[in-house]
């Protein structure tokens, strides 16, 4: 069942039409992505599903709930973590814990949230002295201090360092792993291929592909490619005859065969027949920045 | 606890814990009177003050400065780095609607208003003999109405400047009229008549704190003055208050 149903969303700044049409529906425990460039209305979007923002058409339900309407009630099962959100430098993570956790009606155990988002032993430390990362699970924790049903969170990620992100890419998957449905906003393509089950692509304020990361790459080409060196010459008709087989390259000692599903287990398996052995095999996929630059014309990074 | 004591309980760590704030805000004019106090001339009566010692003259001045530094400056300062770094909008994300952020805020920065007027006035009666003002209701009522006109303007100042820059710099610019107005960069006597008679109406009132501090009921229209200005400054920020 659909936690969340956004359909024909509108939003307009003066006549600049930020979210132009969106519709998408999230299950229950689903990680959803919104992955776009900057300026698609990624956070527009998520915006008006919080309730932050007013809508200028379509309807927003979350848990049956109008974000508008019924903005606080709604406010008590939804954690939101925002992009570029501080604290007051002087307060300690313990006391901003407590003090977000007396806002709801039901709240986590802060000591068992601290702990589990690695900010065990900074209890005392003010929100200015934590390191980026620091800060970041602390926002994080902030927005699960509610237990909430939902949770959105964007830009989760940027400005971290590699550990940090890979820090917080599991930490997103016990958070879903205890009930939580989630929505994710991101410009990094890792992320959503890490994390996403869905992913919307949004563009200039539509969703142009709304698939899973395997579907998204698949949409966009079924094409394969398998290259190697092979161990003693052969004729490039031994594997043109393959059904699999569309086209066979060769670049100096490397032959580089394209075609369709199956061709790793053709070629290899007609090669091996053969004697001869591929040597620094690799399989070439599309890849997800593949399939965002073919669906937005854009790239992804800038 | 409600979310509000404990709003209220947070802010009130924070500006202790600041020693900007603590010390400008809570012990700077208390300092300013002992180490005026500590001069021997200030001590004695003199005819440009109608007989009044500079130190019993020149307290109500101190406690313009101790409203002012706190409604003035602290307070617009503290709420538009609020808006800028996101601590407003973080908690549109919650159950719990900003404006307790405000009250909290607002209750916090009066209370240590009102300490440092205490302290001010304690001080003064205990090392120098500065006698408790003298029309206690009038003093109370001239203190109330001139602290509420000041941090309306306070709210203002928050409510219009976009960045944080921009409300340091507003706020510098009414803190030092209104401490020149009220006497504390030029005993009120050395300023010419039109000036000092015009400071009469210029939040939160010196005039009035004096008057009652001596003994006389503050004259009325400076206290209307105080409340209309805390009615319209408070009403234009809560119009235009922006929460990011």
């Known amino acids: 069942m659909a936690i969340i149903e956004v359909r024909d969303l509108v939003k307009t700044y003066g006549t600049h039409r930020a979210v132009d049409g969106i519709s998408f529906e999230v299950g229950e425990g689903e990680i959803f992505g919104i992955l776009g460039p900057n300026g698609a209305g990624k956070t527009t979007t998520v915006e008006c599903v919080e309730g932050l923002r007013s809508r200028d058409g379509g309807s927003v339900k979350v848990m049956g709930l109008d974000p508008e309407k019924d903005g606080a009630e709604l406010k008590q099962v939804l954690g939101i973590q925002l992009q570029e959100s501080r604290l007051p430098d002087r307060i300690r993570v313990g006391e901003a814990l407590d003090l977000y956790a007396s806002f709801y009606k039901e709240h986590a155990d802060t000591d068992r949230l601290i702990e589990k988002l690695g900010l065990g032993g900074k209890r005392k430390t003010p929100f200015g002295k934590l390191s980026g990362g620091q800060q970041q699970r602390l926002s994080i924790a902030l927005a699960l201090v509610g237990n909430p049903r939902v949770a959105v969170l964007d830009e989760l990620t940027t400005g971290l360092d590699p550990q940090a992100r890979r820090d917080t890419w599991d930490l997103i998957e016990q958070v879903r792993n205890s009930g939580v449905t989630i929505i994710l906003v991101t410009h990094f393509m890792d992320e959503a291929e890490r994390l996403c089950d869905r992913i919307a692509v949004v563009d200039s304020g539509k969703i142009v592909a709304l698939d899973t990361p395997a579907g998204l790459t698949a949409r966009v080409s079924e094409e394969q490619r398998v290259r190697f060196r092979p161990s003693a010459e052969f004729a490039d008709a031994l594997l043109l005859d393959l059904p699999e087989v569309a086209r066979v390259e060769r670049h100096g000692a490397h032959v580089v065969v394209t075609g369709g599903e199956n061709l790793l287990q053709a070629v290899v398996s007609v090669l091996a027949r053969n004697q001869i052995v591929a040597a620094d095999l690799r399989v070439e996929q599309v890849s997800l920045d593949d399939a965002f630059v073919a669906l937005t014309g854009k790239s992804l990074e800038n | ?244």
């Not at chain 2, 900007?20 to 208390?30: A, I, K, N, R, S």
């Not at chain 2, 549109?92 to 302290?119: F, Y």
């Open chain 2, 1 to 244: 606890m409600s979310a509000l004591g404990k709003l209220i309980q947070i802010e009130a760590r924070l500006f202790v814990r600041d020693p900007m704030t603590f010390v400008v805000g809570l012990l700077l004019p208390t300092v300013v009177l002992l180490g005026l106090g500590a001069v021997p001339m200030l001590r004695e009566p003199a005819e440009d003050m109608g007989g009044q010692r500079f130190i019993d003259y020149f307290a109500p001045s101190v406690i313009v400065m101790a409203v002012g530094v706190i409604g003035l400056t602290n307070l617009p300062a503290v709420l538009a780095a609020y808006r800028e770094q996101g601590v407003l909008r973080r908690m549109r994300t919650t159950p719990v609607h900003p404006m307790k952020l405000l009250v909290a805020q607002l209750v916090v920065n009066l209370g240590a208003s009102l300490l440092s007027a205490a302290l001010v006035v304690a001080a003064g009666n205990l090392v120098y003999g500065v006698p408790l003002p003298k029309h206690a209701w009038g003093f109370a009522i001239a203190f109330v109405l001139g602290i509420t006109a000041v941090f309306a303007l306070g709210m203002l100042v928050a409510a219009l400047a976009p960045t944080a820059r921009a409300a340091s710099g507003l706020s510098t610019v009414l803190f030092m009229l209104a401490m020149f107005f009220g006497g504390v960069y030029l005993p009120r006597f050395m300023l010419p008549d039109a000036i000092a008679r015009a400071g009469d109406f210029v939040p939160p009132g010196v005039q009035s704190l004096l008057d009652a501090w001596t003994g006389t009921a503050p004259a009325v229209v400076p206290l209307a003055v105080m409340a209309a200005t805390a009615v319209a400054a408070g009403a234009v920020a809560a119009r235009i208050f922006k929460w990011e």
